[in-house]
């Protein structure tokens, strides 16, 4: 079976200086849950826009669902789910009528409207509120309803850009709970983005890692943690001191320190056992600790790994992700308007 999605050299820069995304590749096995994480202003929206024809790339190939995207921007449109993460429910419409709204535009047969419609809202039970206005609808309930219209005729690829940000953790529960559904009866391929590593970690089956426009490291969730090499015991002194690194690399144990902001990151397959030794050899070098602190491989460990910095450290939208969002929001209402 072909792949649902392949891309080979994608690239994005704006204005003819602004590299978003620089010679990006990877290919997506239909049926699969597959995330794309990284920092702000990495590249993720930019190439979800790309995917999705929102916007032209510079450089590049890919092919979606069988589709040239950037040769066929129309037919792909047609053939994708989309979820945004700005909410496009038509504030100002009930719920069925944004249904009914893009199942017209989306060429759902006449026939079948009515019984799709009922499905879904009965599916992501939004079913007694079909009738009331979308602006009525909680934060959860427009998630949903959103999800709906973007699955309403039945697409085999649906693409979810950070679709969970802002809702709390019993929504973004609920939301994944109906993409798992969908995916378990319909075999439908899930490329998504999100601001939380455990959704990526618990729904996604592959994982890109992208910073500064590049895909740093694939692979499942296990191999990219498994990669790290052990467990990570941070180290920290009161003052800075250069000679620690190597006091801490004497250790026997220890795989390897890294230095960051003044910390080390020391590596070792048990970590927990490693820390009395540490502690231990920090106190004969003379070196007071403000102290000491132990995490298990975890996606967190890994994306600092990988990039050199907290996945959260951030959590405003870069000037890049804001216009492509703004266009893509856009560019919707407007199709939806015609």
């Known amino acids: 079976m072909p792949d649902a999605i392949s891309a080979q050299g994608i690239s994005k820069t704006y204005n003819g200086k602004v590299r978003a995304v620089e010679n990006v590749s990877f290919n997506v096995e239909a049926g699969v849950a597959y995330g794309f994480l990284g920092p702000n202003g990495a590249g993720k929206t930019t190439t979800v826009a790309m995917l999705t024809a929102q916007i032209a790339p510079t ?46 535009l989306f060429g759902v047969p006449r026939k079948e409207v009515t019984s799709r419609i009922d499905s879904l809202l009965d599916r992501m039970q939004i079913g007694d509120a079909a009738e009331r ?37 019993q929504g973004r529960a609920g939301f994944w709970r109906y993409v798992e559904e969908l995916r378990k009866d319909h075999g439908m391929t899930v490329f998504l983005t999100t601001h939380y590593l455990e959704e990526a970690d618990g729904i996604c089956e592959r994982l890109a890692i992208i910073d500064h426009g590049h895909i740093v490291a694939t692979g499942t969730p296990s191999e990219l943690k498994d990669r790290l090499g052990g467990d990570v015991v941070t180290v920290r002194p009161i003052k800075p001191d250069p000679t620690l690194e190597g006091v801490l690399k004497g250790v026997p144990g220890v795989t390897s320190v890294a230095v960051q902001d003044g910390s080390f990151r020391v590596k070792a397959p048990h970590g927990e056992e490693l820390i009395p030794a540490l502690v231990a050899a920090c106190e004969r070098a003379g070196v007071g600790l ?17 990039t050199g910095r907290e996945y959260r450290e951030d959590d405003s939208v870069s000037a890049t992700d804001r216009a492509v969002r703004v266009g893509q929001v856009q560019q919707a209402f407007g199709r939806a308007r015609r």
């Open 59 to 104: 450089a590049g190939h890919a092919v979606v669902d069988g589709i040239d995207v950037f040769a066929n921007p129309q037919d792909i449109k047609r053939r994708i789910g989309l979820v945004f993460q700005e909410s496009t429910a038509d504030s100002d419409l009930t719920g069925r009528e944004n249904l009914e709204l893009a199942a017209a």
């Open 133 to 169: 206005l979308a602006k009525t609808y909680s934060g959860g309930m427009r998630r949903r309803l959103e999800l709906a219209v973007g699955i309403i005729h039945s697409p085999r690829v649906l693409f979810l850009d950070e679709p969970t940000l802002g809702l709390d953790p």
């Open 290 to 306: 403000a102290g000491v602190s132990l995490k298990r491989p975890s996606l967190d460990e890994v994306f600092l790994e990988f």
